[in-house]
C-alpha cells in the first residue's frame, strides 16, 4: 500500500482551479519531490492531504486513510508529521514550550536527537526567531513524534545553505529509516540532488511522467559572466548553452551540461567576474512549454 | 493532566481577566466610595435626568445602595463592557489562528476539529470564574464597609445569573470566529454586534410599541436590577440564555468542521 495516494483529487474555487485531477502515488520510504513554480498547486495539494480544506472531487489517502473520513484522519495524523510553507506559532512563547505545546498532544521521543542537529535559541520567545530559526523549530516538530510519513512544504525556504545541506542529508537517513517524505519545492536543483522520484505540477496539473526526464534535463544552471573584453560569440558558443545572450563584455546563457566542462570552457577566457546558479524553475517552464504564461493559484 | 489546547488557551486569558478585574475593583471602590454623598442629593440629581435615561439603562431606586451600585456597575460596565470584551475576544479565538497559520500546525495533531473549537471555549472558564468571585466579593465587602451592606444572595446571583448572558456574547464572537477569515473583521464584528444589541434592547424600551423587538437581544434576559433591588431571579431567563448559548457554540462547531482553512 503506497503511504499516500491520489485519486483524480481536485479543488476548485468557482472557476479558479487550484488542482484538476491530480493523480499520483507516493510509495512507502521514498523521498518524493512535489515540484512546481510558485502558484502552481503543491501548497492545495498537502493541505487537501492533511484535511485542512475538502477536495471538490476526487480524493487521496494518507497512510491508508481516506482524507474524506475525517475522524480516521485524525487519528492518522499521529503518524504523520508536517512542515507547512508558513510557521504559525504562539509567538510569545518559547521555543521549548512550543515544543512541549506539540509534544504533549504527539509525543516528542526524538526531540533532543534532533535539536542536536537543527538547534534554534530553544530559551528566546519565537517572536524574535530569524526565518531559520524558525524553520528549524518547524523541522523538529515535524519530526519528533518519530512519524512514519513526513510532509513538508518548501522545507528549505529561509534555512542558510549549510542547514539546507544538514536537511537534506538528514532526509536521507531518515529514507534508510524507513521514513516517507513528502515534499515540495519550487527549486529544480534540490528536488534533483534527493528525491528518488518527483512529480511535477504545473497550473494545478501533474505534467505527464515521460516529460519530466526531458524537462529535468533543461533544468541546468543558471550562469552569468563578465569578461576582460568584449568576445565573439562564436569563439564562445558551446551546444551545452541555452538562450545566449552576449551584450558587451558579459555573457548570460543556461547551461546544461557538467559543471566541470563548463568552468574548464570560461577559463580559457579572460574571466572578471562569474555568477553560476539555479534556474527559477518559471523559466524552465517557459523554455519547456514555450512563451504561455504559467498561471495557477496558490 | 489538563487538555493541552484548553491549558494554552487558559493562560491566554489570565491578563485580560486581571485586567478586568482591576477595573471593576476600581469602579466598584469609586461608586461606594461616593455612595453615601449621592444618596443625599438622590432625588435631586434623579430629577436632573430626563425620564428616558432611566428606562434605557433600567435603573429605578438609585438612592439605595443596591439600586445605585446595579445602575453604575451592572447595568453598563457588566452588561455591556464585560460582555462586548468576552465577545470581543471570542471573535479571535479561531481567526486569529486561520490568520496566523496557527491552525494549519494545530490541526496536523490528532485533535478533532470540535475538540479545538471546545478547548478553546472551555478556557473561558478564566474571565467568567475569575470576574465571578472577584467582582461579588468587592462588592459585598465594599458595600459592608461602607455600612450599605447589600443582601449576599443578590449579589451572588446577580453574578451567577448572568453567565449564561455572557456565554451567549462569547458564542456570537465564536461564530463569528469561525465564519469570517479575518481575526479583525471577526473581533469587530462580534464586539459590534453585542453592542448594537444592548443598544437595541435599550432603545426598544423606550418606545411601548416597540418593545417587542428587544425579545431578540440577549440583556432582555438579564436584568441586574431585578435581581439587586427586587430581588427576582429569572431563572427561566437564564436558562433561555443558555439554550441560546449552545445552538451558537453547535453552529460554530457545525460551521467551523465544514469550512476549508
Redesign the interface.
Known amino acids: 500500500m503506497p503511504a499516500i495516494k491520489l485519486d483524480g483529487l481536485s479543488k476548485r474555487y468557482g472557476d479558479v482551479v487550484a488542482n484538476e485531477e491530480v493523480t499520483f502515488d507516493v510509495e512507502r520510504g521514498e523521498i518524493f519531490g512535489y515540484l512546481g513554480p510558485n502558484g502552481a498547486g503543491k501548497t492545495t495539494t498537502i ?1 487537501l492531504l ?5 477536495p471538490s472531487s476526487g480524493t487521496a489517502s494518507v497512510l491508508g486513510t481516506d482524507i474524506r473520513d ?2 480516521a484522519l ?5 503518524r ?3 512542515l ?1 510553507d ?6 510569545r512563547l518559547t521555543g521549548r514550550r512550543v515544543l512541549a ?2 509534544g ?3 509525543g516528542d521521543e526524538r526531540r533532543d536527537e534532533l535539536l542536536k542537529l537543527f538547534s534554534p535559541p530553544l530559551d528566546r520567545r519565537v517572536e524574535t526567531y530569524s526565518q531559520g530559526n524558525r524553520r528549524m523549530l518547524g523541522i523538529v ?1 515535524a519530526f519528533m513524534h518519530d512519524p512514519d510519513l513526513v510532509i513538508m512544504d518548501e522545507p528549505t525556504a529561509g534555512l542558510d545553505p549549510l542547514k539546507q545541506d544538514r536537511l537534506h542529508q538528514f532526509l536521507e537517513q531518515e529514507r534508510e529509516d524507513g521514513t516517507t517524505i513528502f515534499f515540495s519545492s519550487h527549486v529544480l536543483s534540490e528536488v534533483q540532488r534527493i528525491c528518488d522520484r518527483v512529480g511535477i505540477i504545473r497550473a494545478g496539473r501533474i505534467v505527464d511522467l515521460e516529460e519530466i526526464e526531458e524537462l529535468l534535463s533543461r533544468g541546468g544552471k543558471d550562469v552569468w559572466v563578465r569578461f576582460a573584453t568584449t568576445i565573439e560569440e562564436s569563439r564562445f558558443r558551446t551546444d551545452q548553452m541555452i538562450d545566449l545572450e552576449l551584450l558587451g563584455d558579459t555573457a548570460r546563457f543556461g547551461y546544461t551540461g557538467e559543471a566541470k566542462t563548463l568552468l574548464e570552457h570560461l577559463v580559457r577566457f579572460d574571466v572578471l567576474d562569474v555568477d553560476i546558479g539555479d534556474p527559477q524553475l518559471d523559466d524552465v517552464f517557459k523554455h519547456y512549454y514555450g512563451t504561455e504564461a504559467v498561471a495557477g493559484t496558490a | 493532566m489538563w487538555p493541552t489546547i484548553l491549558e494554552i488557551e487558559s493562560r491566554r486569558r489570565v491578563r485580560g481577566t486581571v485586567i478586568l478585574t482591576a477595573g471593576f475593583a476600581f469602579i466598584t471602590a469609586f461608586y461606594l466610595s461616593v455612595f453615601q454623598d449621592f444618596a443625599g442629593d438622590a432625588e435631586a440629581i434623579a430629577d436632573a435626568f430626563p425620564e428616558f435615561m432611566f428606562e434605557f439603562f433600567g435603573i429605578e431606586a438609585i438612592h439605595t445602595v443596591e439600586g445605585f451600585i446595579a445602575a453604575e456597575v451592572y447595568s453598563f460596565f457588566w452588561v455591556i463592557l464585560v460582555a462586548a470584551y468576552l465577545a470581543y475576544v471570542a471573535g479571535g479565538t479561531v481567526a486569529a489562528d486561520i490568520d496566523t497559520r496557527r491552525m494549519d500546525l494545530l490541526l496536523a495533531n490528532p485533535v478533532s476539529r470540535e475538540s479545538v473549537v471546545l478547548q478553546k471555549l472551555a478556557a473561558f472558564w478564566v474571565p467568567l470564574v475569575g470576574l465571578n468571585v472577584a467582582v461579588p466579593a468587592i462588592v459585598y465587602i465594599g458595600s459592608v464597609l461602607i455600612d450599605e451592606a447589600m443582601n449576599p444572595v443578590a449579589v451572588i446571583m446577580v453574578h451567577l445569573l448572568s453567565i449564561p448572558y455572557l456565554l451567549v456574547c462569547v458564542g456570537i464572537g465564536l461564530v463569528c470566529s469561525v465564519l469570517l477569515n479575518h481575526a479583525r473583521s471577526a473581533r469587530a464584528i462580534a464586539f459590534g454586534s453585542v453592542f448594537l444589541l444592548w443598544l437595541v434592547d435599550g432603545v426598544s424600551r423606550l418606545d411601548p410599541d416597540l418593545e417587542w423587538v428587544g425579545i431578540v437581544t440577549p440583556s432582555r434576559y438579564y436584568d441586574p436590577t431585578a435581581i439587586l433591588v427586587r430581588e427576582e431571579y429569572a431563572f427561566v431567563d437564564a436558562l433561555v440564555l443558555l439554550v441560546v448559548s449552545i445552538v451558537l457554540v453547535s453552529v460554530a462547531l457545525v460551521a467551523f468542521v465544514r469550512r476549508d482553512i
Open positions: 493541505r492533511l484535511g485542512l480544506i475538502k475525517r475522524r485524525t487519528a492518522t495524523k499521529a504523520v508529521g508536517y507547512p508558513t510557521l504559525g506559532f504562539h509567538e505545546y506539540y504533549r498532544m504527539r516538530q
